[in-house]
C-alpha cells in the first residue's frame, strides 16, 4: 500500500512541475489573443511586466516564471520592458534590462501582471493602461472591459 501511494505522490508531483512549467506559455498564449481582441500582434507590441521576483515583495529571482514569459514575448518579436521595485536590474538573454518607473506602463499596448507586489499603484494601473493581463488576481476589486483574468 505504502509503495502505491508513493507513486501515485511522485506522479501528482510530477504533474505539478509539468504544469508550471507550462504557465508561462499559457500567460504569452493570453497575452497574445488578448492583444488580437484589440487588432494588435505581438510582434512590434510593447509589453510592460508588473514584477518579476518570484514571489510577492521579495527579490528573489529564482525559478520566476517572469523571466520565461518575457523571454518568450521575446522571441515573438515583442518590445518587453518591466516594473519591479525589489528588481531594479536583471539580466536577460544576454540583456542588461532595467526597471523602469510603475507610471511607464501607460504607454504599452499590454501590461502583464506576474508578480503582484503591495507597492503598485493598481488604481492608476487601471486607469491609465490600454490592456491588463492579470495573472494574480491582483485587480480583483476592478470591473474593467481592458482587463484580462486567467
Known amino acids: 500500500m505504502k509503495t502505491k501511494q508513493a507513486g501515485i505522490e511522485a506522479r501528482f508531483i510530477e504533474l505539478a512541475g509539468y504544469i508550471n512549467g507550462q504557465m508561462p506559455h499559457f500567460v504569452v498564449e493570453k497575452v497574445q489573443t488578448a492583444l488580437n481582441d484589440d487588432v494588435k500582434p505581438v510582434r512590434g507590441s510593447h509589453i510592460h511586466v508588473m514584477g518579476v521576483a518570484y514571489k510577492r515583495d521579495i527579490d528573489d529571482m529564482r525559478e520566476s516564471p517572469a523571466l520565461d514569459v518575457m523571454l518568450l514575448l521575446k522571441k515573438r518579436g515583442a518590445n518587453v520592458t518591466y516594473t519591479d521595485p525589489r528588481v531594479p536590474v536583471l539580466h536577460l538573454d544576454g540583456l542588461h534590462v532595467e526597471s523602469e518607473p510603475e507610471s ?18 493598481y488604481a492608476a494601473l487601471v486607469e491609465r493602461a490600454r490592456l491588463i493581463v492579470d495573472t494574480r488576481n491582483a485587480l480583483k476589486k476592478f470591473n474593467s472591459p481592458k482587463i484580462v483574468r486567467l
Open 104 to 121: 511607464t506602463a501607460a504607454a504599452a499596448d499590454c501590461v502583464v501582471i506576474v508578480t503582484d507586489h503591495s507597492t503598485f499603484d
